[in-house]
């Protein structure tokens, strides 16, 4: 026998065996597998009960009852009408009239009380008369007004109200809902899509039926283009010198630490900052988007430095070497080699970026773009940036705020289409950086 067979150790197992060790180790794998696949499961079934609670509580405020009644006002009655000192209340009297007629005409069975019409429709008087001045042409035409009905004539058939919930007040009394069914019965109130609430503005505290998110959303983008045209360049510019040009000492050190630090910083901190440079400071005109776009620039630059950044350090060396071994410069080799490689990688932490300042709500409300300011489109472009507007996380912020049921509806819809942004801008990031990638 050979010294090497003497000294040789017996083995205790085979690989072709499970031993004791081996079936430990695969059983806890197994169970660690297990753990991820409840966490998994669990996040998922928090995540689909979010988006039912949104979705039941936000899509009502899409559709709106409305009182569609036929109205011919003659130039007899407009001129009547304007030579009144209470020339709403005028034209109100003209539409209660119309409207019972109508129902007369249908051969309704019910006790027509003209009060009701102001607790159904708000104050009519002030729509038509706007209308037949700005369309006089339309005098002595047959026009049908779509007109909304209150919140609590919507909540009616929404569910929010019912018979016996209704306690006699000054909003609704209980007889109000036989002339609601009776209007149903005619034709005359129907549920419509709430266009209204895609293009409208904030309304007063008592007309939650006429709030829209339209103005917020321009708003919105104003503020979108004053962050993407100063935090892209800026963080762009930035990244590149820290990571391609800056020297490697204590002060690069400092800033990138202090830019790390910023990105956890709370938003209201910006909003607090932004009203004392900007508003005090600076006196730049209070609630504009343009002040608005500022403070959000400087909350998004960190997460733009520190996206671009690594999206330079994934462009490998070697592209470095080969541009500068066949004479490129420094600029050359970062603007024509690696800058153009990152940038899928670039873009993406951009619209994650602009994602994230789209959704913030502290910041706004301290500079005072409050959802109650909304109230008419910009004029032009200038006025975009510069006249007081909201936006749409401070437009939801005010509807939730407020005391009527139909605010807080229209809060959920509200939420529903920043949402729907976001998934957009989330979307659009994937598919760049799928479609620009390269693979190493």
Do not use: C
């Not at 895609?198 to 917020?216: E, M, Q, R, Y």
């Amino acid at each position: 026998m050979t010294d090497a067979s003497m000294n040789s150790v017996p083995v205790k197992g085979s690989l072709t065996t499970l031993d004791a060790r081996t079936k430990k180790r695969n059983a806890a794998e197994k169970r660690f597998k297990a753990y991820g696949l409840v966490a998994i499961m669990i996040g998922l079934f928090f995540l689909v009960v979010l988006a039912v609670s949104i979705l039941r509580s936000g899509i009502p405020a899409f559709t709106q009852a409305e009182v569609r009644v036929e109205f011919t006002l003659t130039q007899a009655q407009f001129d009547e009408a304007e030579s009144q000192m209470l020339k709403t209340k005028a034209y109100e009297n003209l539409f209660i009239a119309a409207l019972q007629s109508q129902l007369e005409e249908r051969s309704l069975d019910v006790t027509f009380d003209p009060a009701a019409i102001e607790r159904l429709l708000g104050k009519t008087g002030s729509t038509i008369r706007e209308y037949f001045r700005d369309s006089p042409d339309q005098i002595g035409s047959t026009v049908t007004f779509n007109l909304a009905a209150s919140s609590r004539v919507d909540g009616y058939f929404k569910g929010r109200v019912s018979r016996d919930t209704v306690v006699d007040s000054r909003f609704l009394k209980v007889t109000d809902l036989d002339l609601v069914d009776a209007l149903v019965d005619a034709g005359i109130v129907v549920t419509a899509f709430n266009w209204n609430f895609l293009t409208g503005s904030d309304s007063g505290v008592d007309n939650p039926g006429g709030a829209g998110i339209g103005v917020s959303v321009i708003g919105s983008f104003f503020m979108m283009l004053v962050v993407l045209a100063l935090s892209l360049p800026i963080g762009v510019a930035a990244s590149i010198y820290l990571e391609e040009f800056a020297p490697q000492n204590w002060f690069t050190d400092l800033i990138e630490v202090n830019i790390s630090n910023l990105a956890a910083v709370p938003s209201i901190v910006f909003g607090i900052l932004g009203l004392a440079v900007f508003i005090q400071f600076m006196h730049l005109p209070q609630s504009a988007p343009l002040v608005g776009g500022l403070v959000l620039t400087l909350m998004t630059l960190p997460t733009i430095i520190i996206s671009t950044r690594a999206s330079l350090k994934s462009v490998p060396p070697s592209i470095r070497e080969a541009a500068l071994g066949v004479g490129a410069s420094k600029m050359q080799t970062v603007f024509h080699h690696v800058l153009p490689l990152a940038a899928p990688g670039i873009l993406t932490g951009t619209i994650i970026g602009l994602a994230q300042a789209l959704g913030e709500t502290a910041p706004l409300l301290l500079i005072g773009m409050v959802g109650f300011i909304a109230r008419a489109y910009p004029e032009g472009v200038v006025s975009g940036f510069i006249d007081p507007n909201s936006a749409m996380p401070a437009q939801i912020y005010t509807w939730a705020s407020r005391a009527d049921p139909g605010f807080y509806e229209k809060a959920w819809g509200g939420i529903i289409i920043l949402l729907m942004f976001l998934l957009t801008m989330n979307i659009i990031a994937i598919i760049l950086r799928r479609r620009f990638e390269r693979r190493w």
